[in-house]
């Protein structure tokens, strides 16, 4: 392109490079710095020393790995039971199942640990089953939590299990092999990938969360819940840096393990491979039915109590109906501006960070200059993936809250939501984004150059509109994340500009679980209605490439 166009694409890939370095390099570097500064002192480890020291503390991080664990445990199994279900069992009404199991991703996790407690609190209807016991703490966290993360590990699985060659079950059956022989020398090696990353997302995701425990954890404290108190309720930052980075450490080095496993996964289907088309059996089919139909009741159910709660007078004594605990400006300051606050967040969120995060992924893959600064953006916009939500919210406050900062203008702005959004959520996205453009042929600049067209004709007309369908996806998720975050946005909105989630959190304080069920329930429909509307883009989308490739073929 000559020197004007390797001169566009250093500065471009500068550009990207400061960002990262400023969104999340340095903020980070001065967390880390709190967590071992004192004043007068320099550089200690005493807040280390002190937080090992203090038996509750030191308890909450015990807590943090036990439940980690355990939901692991529990969830993994279930969602792989759903998965295989869902890719190779029989059963009318997959598509209705998938998104009913897809559903908990769509609100705050606060909302599972309220229905919890609506059905089998002190005075929940379920409550006497439990003959006595108690469901807050322990109990009622690592319920919440499964529920949480259930789907994004049937995500995962059903992706594993979907690449499977219908050639090595045949053959296997030829040789006398069994059902169980073939699913343990088959389907178990080729989904191991999938179950790995399962793992180590599902452990990141329920450590870092503060949702359930906050609501239903009582007694049970988790490091999520130290910084909370820590930062919000004694102003101890140090204490709470430090806690953020013990938080970090785990959510760290699982995400790490998850890329490393990527990289050794080595695809499962050749060029010769047929699709696996399940076929019907009695004993298979049946056991996923009871699986995949249980699952979607019990997520069902879940939605159904909190939108009941919200809309009877009181749950489970008083049953006629009532819109009161819709009037939030009884019970939350923001009222509805709760709701419209985080919808025009969300959708800024979803346009601004799908347009960086393609236009990042089409610098750093679809570009030969500046080979260098591409290859260290490349590998900063996987860091975000490892930063829990709490810990960048803290860092954040703790970096541009300094009137030494030049970016201090920034602090306590809707703009350093949306930077905070963009920047924890970025690593998915953009690995959805190179995925895509890699698979578009490399030689398209090249002809396009040819035939005296730019790359940049390239992108608009080609590259763009073939990766349509992963564009709406990724703003999909931008969207719905945008919406249902706690962590990242707790300690950095501003006064004026409360969002519904946050709203959620603070009434639940309150004791007014009726009118959260409500706004959790709000950002569940706002959250639905984008989620269908984004399908009938998908639609179009695959309706304009299709017309396209038709278009550059005549």
């Not at 250093?10 to 990262?20: D, K, P, S």
């Not at 919440?144 to 789907?151: G, K, R, S």
């Not at 706004?519 to 984008?530: E, K």
Request: proline letters at 5%.
């Amino acid at each position: 392109m000559g020197r004007r166009g390797i001169s566009l694409v250093g500065v471009l890939a500068l550009a990207f490079c400061v960002a990262a370095v400023l969104a999340l390099l340095l903020p980070l570097a001065v967390l880390i710095l709190q967590s071992v500064s004192a004043p007068g002192s320099g550089l200690t480890v005493d807040h280390y020393v002190s937080y090992f020291a203090t038996p509750g503390l030191l308890r909450a991080l015990e807590n943090t790995a036990l439940l980690g664990i355990a939901t692991v445990a529990f969830v993994v199994p279930l969602a792989f039971s759903f998965a295989y279900g869902m890719e190779r069992a029989v059963l009318p009404g997959k598509e209705g199942l998938s998104f009913i199991a897809a559903a908990p991703l769509l609100v705050p996790s606060l909302l599972p640990a309220m229905v919890l407690i609506y059905l089998f609190g002190h005075q929940g209807l379920l409550a006497p089953m439990l003959q006595g016991a108690d469901i807050y703490g322990f109990p009622g966290v690592l319920a919440a939590e499964v529920i949480a993360t259930l789907p994004h590990a049937v995500i995962i699985l059903k992706t594993a299990l979907r690449t499977a060659d219908a050639r090595l079950y045949e053959q296997a059956t030829l040789l006398g092999a069994g059902s169980w022989r073939k699913f343990y020398t088959i389907t178990l090696p080729s989904a191991r990938h999938g179950l790995i990353s399962a793992v180590l997302v599902v452990f990141a995701l329920t450590i870092t969360d503060i949702g359930a425990p906050k609501v239903i954890g009582g007694g049970f404290d988790v490091l999520a819940i130290t910084i909370y108190k820590q930062v919000l309720g004694q102003q101890n930052f140090q204490l709470g840096s430090v806690a953020a980075i013990l938080l970090m450490v785990p959510s760290a080095f699982a995400i790490v393990l998850e890329r490393a496993a990527a990289k050794r996964h080595t695809a499962s289907l050749s060029a010769r491979a047929r699709s696996l088309v399940p076929r019907p059996h009695p004993v298979r089919d049946r056991l996923a039915a009871v699986v995949c139909y249980g699952t979607a009741v019990l997520v069902l159910v879940m939605l159904t109590v909190c939108q009941l709660v919200a809309l009877v007078r009181l749950w489970p004594y008083d049953l006629s109906l009532t819109l009161d605990y819709y009037d939030f400006g009884r019970y939350d300051g923001s009222g509805w501006g709760a709701v419209i606050n985080s919808t025009l967040l969300a959708a800024i969120s979803a346009l601004v960070g799908t347009a960086f995060v393609f236009a990042g992924a089409h610098l750093s893959e679809r570009t030969k200059e500046a080979p260098w600064l591409r290859g260290l953006f490349s590998r900063l916009a996987l860091l975000p993936a490892a930063i829990p939500g709490l810990a960048l919210g803290l860092s954040y406050v703790l970096f541009f809250d300094s009137p030494l900062n030049p970016l201090h203008v920034l602090y306590g702005s809707v703009g350093l939501l949306l930077i905070a959004n963009i920047t924890h959520y970025y690593t998915v996205p953009h690995l959805s984004a190179v995925g895509a453009v890699k698979a578009i042929d490399g030689e398209l600049e090249a002809v396009a150059q040819s035939l005296g067209r730019s790359p940049l004709s390239v992108l608009g007309m080609v590259v763009a509109p073939m990766s349509v369908s992963v564009l709406v996806e990724i703003a999909l998720y931008f969207f719905v994340n945008a919406m249902t975050t706690v962590s990242v946005v707790m300690f950095l909105y501003p006064p004026g500009f409360k969002l519904a989630s946050v709203a959620v959190l603070n009434m639940d304080d309150a004791g007014d679980l009726a009118p959260a069920a409500a706004m959790g329930m709000m950002i569940f429909y706002v959250n639905f209605v984008v989620r269908i509307a984004g399908q009938a883009v998908l639609a179009s989308g695959r309706r304009l490439v299709r017309h396209r490739m038709k278009t550059a073929v005549a």
